[in-house]
């Protein structure tokens, strides 16, 4: 880090705090050579890379944004929608990537957003895992109903009937 007063190469940090959010961290630095003090802020960058090549930041709005057309009609709060953006963000931030695809993003929104919604899901599944049929839905809609009905519970399948 070059010192902004005298642009000398060499600068220590005194102290060092994280931001509110926890994405940044911020630090004041002294000059060893001019010994004055400025401050800097740190954050790691997430990119989304999207169909067409292009890169833009990762941004929990634009999460929001398409899971709110998912949400219309159901009653799912913006405060909700930001918890569900965090948490998308969050995991993506796991992985340990720097770059992410789009898809990718809309693929960490399912398991979130099922857990919020079961018809945001569906609605939202719909575009990311590609249905094309009716047949999509209804193996979707078995699978939840599966993961619902304790495994004791559930009837027994019939193997070659038909």
Request: proline share 4%.
């Amino acid at each position: 880090m070059h010192c902004p007063f005298c642009r000398h190469e060499d600068t220590k940090v005194v102290d060092s705090r994280v931001q509110e959010d926890g994405t940044a961290i911020r630090r004041r630095r002294q000059c060893t050579a001019c010994e004055r003090r400025f401050g800097t802020v740190e954050s790691a960058t997430l990119s989304v890379v999207k169909r067409s090549g292009a890169s833009e930041p990762f941004r929990r709005d634009k999460v929001m944004s398409g899971v709110r057309k998912a949400c219309q009609g159901r009653p799912v709060t913006d405060d909700q929608l930001g918890l569900l953006a965090q948490r998308v963000e969050e995991s993506i931030r796991c992985t340990g990537q720097a770059e992410i695809d789009a898809h990718d993003v809309g693929m960490a929104v399912l398991p979130v957003l099922r857990e919020l919604d079961l018809v945001a899901y569906l609605r939202f599944a719909s575009v990311y895992r590609g249905f094309d049929s009716l047949e999509d839905f209804e193996q979707a809609i078995t699978e939840l109903r599966q993961e619902r009905v304790p495994a004791g519970d559930r009837a027994p399948e019939v193997v070659g009937a038909g």
